[in-house]
């Protein structure tokens, strides 16, 4: 075998969105793949016939990164351009989503309908009507209700004077959105035959998730009614589909819905957290919700996890629904450990676990007993597997060729009690080729969120470095998820006890693997990482190198120039510059920047939103300032998700500068 390729990254098949038609025969899934030479993916549409056991393509490449299956099974809608790029009105700013119409058996996609709107999700109500969750900007005439003069007159006007940004609110942008100001989402009801577009939830509402009843009367949303600033908390809606009315719900004060779903006689199923005791990173529960009255019913006393995959991944490409609602039982994922399952929930509070298998579940559909997953196992990457009676039964090989051709590490377990009934997992890759009695150079990576989590699954860059020759170490220090709020609590504690976590785990790792070379040690990691690592080359020397990727350096800057710092960072760090200035400035490593020695990559994007630019220029400026080495690269046209959406070319850019940093400081004499 051969060993793993930097460029392999753009041969590995990405897996996403899987759903069973109406009848639980037919599951349809995207397919994606990196395109080196147009710098892009293709997505493509797959079918699994269930009862055949039959796998077959449906739609060449294209674009067609998200689907919904329609009522009668036998057919399905997918938006995309499919070599109809309108370039003029791209220029111009137009907003207008394409759909089209494909059989399931077989023939060449048609071009259902255009919605003026940049649509985020659609729902069938009968063959001509839809609900459409759509984006539409509060600073001017939505473009669906102008003429056709009219709307190209403001498209002319918007092309004119794209030279100026005119900022309302916060949040004023979004990673991976731009600028957002006075954008809001609402949902609209749609008639394909006219053309009709009727806004149902007028006014500066923003709308974040739509379920609808089982009779498709009335649908129940997810949102928040603001101006000036986004709140952190949200409300309930309810759309009367038949009258055209939404009536919010009454509720407490400070509660943030995850989810809602309707039950019988005027409840709902909900998530969410009212984010007293651990702020905005406490697990959800669920409640039985009264529509009526806003009452809630708490239904998991005891359940202490999130609602949601947070196992670490750089192979993953597309979205997958987080929860699907099925005969009155709800199913998620959730991270246990260091391991996401699939889970679900009844109307009563009764919680099942459906998955055993160690890894990461990415996506799942549901039709009665059927149930398939998307899952990352052991060294596999994401394939499907069936699910019965708790038995996984592999479905596809998209990706067997990386177990079949590839070198590939194995992890190690390493757990470390790094303080009273404290215990960090972690692992250790040895090097591909491993020689008993070598000395190698090893690299410590470091997690973003904070609260996410490593665990057992495929991760291109570690098995990369493994097969370089390097020892590859990491671990969940508190902060992590999958371990409950108590674990996961660092508010106002950045760079104290996480920071002892780590390096504890290094000491251990160091103890344990006499091969690895102490003098030879690099340090790494992404955003939460990112900012570790630019926290630890101030407070130790142990590291002849690091990499440094959309990192925090500052956060008296961060929280005023991101798009979630005015809410993140008073309360991750229980400070604003005007209640106590210097508690922001003492976790922040740019104020021990002075101290540092190590010489420093800093990998970061200007389109990145979430841990803005400045952050690394800030950290990257007081370094060579100090006369320490350091080199920044930054990626145009690219944002947070570089490492694990970014364009092909970038993302293996990224991964070679990495590599080659490490390699110049850990390998050459």
């Not at 998209?398 to 992890?411: D, H, I, S, T």
């Not at 370094?623 to 947070?640: Q, S, T, W």
């Amino acid at each position: 075998m051969e060993r793993l390729r930097l460029e392999d990254l753009a041969e590995y098949r990405f897996l996403s969105g899987i759903a069973y038609n109406n009848t639980g025969e037919l599951a349809c899934f995207a397919v994606h793949k990196g395109n080196v030479e147009e710098n892009n993916y293709t997505s493509v549409l797959w079918v699994y016939d269930q009862p055949r056991d039959k796998l077959y393509q449906l739609t060449a490449l294209g674009e067609e990164r998200s689907f919904s299956w329609m009522d009668d099974g036998e057919h399905m809608l997918f938006s995309g351009k499919r070599g109809q790029k309108d370039k003029e009105g791209a220029e111009r700013g137009r907003e207008e989503t394409i759909f089209y119409k494909i059989n399931v058996h077989g023939g060449e996609a048609q071009e259902a309908f255009r919605i003026p709107l940049r649509v985020r999700r659609l729902y069938e109500l009968n063959p001509d009507k839809f609900l459409v969750l759509g984006t539409i900007n509060l600073g001017r005439p939505p473009a669906y209700t102008l003429s056709s003069e009219e709307r190209k007159a403001q498209e002319e006007q918007a092309a004119e004077e794209r030279y100026c940004e005119v900022l309302e609110e916060i949040p004023y942008w979004a990673n991976g959105g731009g600028f957002i100001s006075l954008n809001r989402t609402h949902v609209f009801q749609y008639i394909a035959s006219t053309g009709q577009l009727t806004d149902l939830t007028p006014g500066p509402i923003d709308i974040d998730l739509v379920t609808l009843s089982a009779d498709k009367t009335k649908a129940l949303c997810v949102g928040a009614e603001f101006q000036g600033k986004g709140p952190v908390s949200n409300s309930l809606y309810v759309l009367d589909l038949e009258a055209g009315t939404c009536t919010q719900v009454a509720g407490d004060e400070g509660f943030r819905y995850t989810y809602a779903h309707f039950l019988d006689e005027g409840k709902a199923l909900a998530a969410g957290s009212g984010m007293q005791a651990y702020g905005l990173n406490e697990n959800p529960k669920f409640y039985r919700v009264d529509l009526a009255t806003g009452e809630q019913e708490l239904l998991t006393e005891d359940w202490d996890q999130s609602l949601w995959n947070s196992v670490n991944s750089d192979c993953r490409y597309g979205g997958s629904d987080a929860f699907r609602f099925h005969e009155g039982w709800l199913y998620f994922a959730s991270t246990r450990g260091n391991d996401a399952h699939l889970y679900r929930i009844a109307g009563d509070g009764r919680v099942e676990q459906l998955t055993q298998e160690p890894g990461s579940v990415d996506g799942f559909a549901v039709h009665g007993d059927r149930v398939l997953i998307i899952a990352l196992r052991g060294s596999k990457l994401q394939e499907i597997y069936r699910l019965e009676g708790g038995e996984e039964t592999q479905v596809t090989e998209f990706n067997a060729w990386v177990g079949k051709e590839r070198c590939l590490a194995q992890l190690e377990p390493v757990v470390v009690e790094t303080a009273p009934g404290v215990a960090i997992d972690g692992w250790v890759m040895r090097p591909v080729g491993f020689v008993e009695g070598e000395r190698y150079p090893g690299i410590l990576n470091i997690h973003g969120g904070p609260k996410t989590a490593y665990g057992t699954v495929f991760v291109h860059e570690m098995q990369y470095w493994a097969n370089q020759g390097y020892f590859v170490f990491f671990c969940n220090p508190r902060g992590s998820d999958g371990k409950g709020n108590a674990f996961a609590d660092i508010r106002g504690k950045y760079g104290t006890i996480d920071y002892q976590d780590l390096m504890a785990f290094t000491d251990e790792v160091l103890r344990r693997y006499p091969a690895i070379d102490p003098s030879r040690l690099g340090v790494t990691g992404g955003s939460y990482g990112g900012f570790m690592t630019n926290w630890i080359i101030g407070h130790t020397t142990r590291f002849r190198a690091a990499a440094s990727q959309r990192s925090i350096s500052n956060w008296v800057s961060m929280g005023w120039t991101t798009d979630i710092g005015y809410y993140f960072t008073p309360d991750q760090i229980g400070a604003t510059p005007w209640s106590d200035l210097e508690k922001l400035w003492e976790h922040s490593p740019l104020k021990y920047a002075d101290k540092a020695k190590t010489p420093t990559l800093f990998i970061h994007s200007d389109e990145d939103y979430r841990c803005w630019l400045p952050e690394a220029l800030q950290m990257f400026a007081a370094l060579r300032y100090h006369g320490v080495e350091a080199r920044l690269c930054m990626f145009r046209g690219e944002n947070h998700e570089l490492s694990r959406s970014g364009k092909p070319k970038h993302r293996i850019r990224r991964l070679r500068e990495i590599t080659q940093w490490f390699d110049k400081h850990l390998k050459e004499a």
